[in-house]
């Protein structure tokens, strides 16, 4: 299966707790931290609720 890289690149001040929680089960703590994650629709569900604050790497 493909992986994918996320990176959170907006801080997470300011965000709702519902997109906290969301950024949290991603393990994203800190601005500039990327992740590696198998390319699941579970994954890609939660990067489209949280797409103003992470970006998708190669």
Do not use: C, N, W
């Not at 959170?8 to 590696?36: C, F, H, W, Y």
């Amino acid at each position: 299966m493909a992986e994918i890289r996320v990176k959170l690149m907006r801080s997470r001040i300011g965000t709702t707790p519902a997109q906290r929680r969301l950024l949290d089960s991603l393990g994203l703590k800190r601005r500039e931290m990327v992740k590696t994650f198998k390319d699941t629709p579970a994954i890609r569900g939660i990067i489209a609720k949280v797409s103003h604050l992470v970006a998708v790497v190669d």
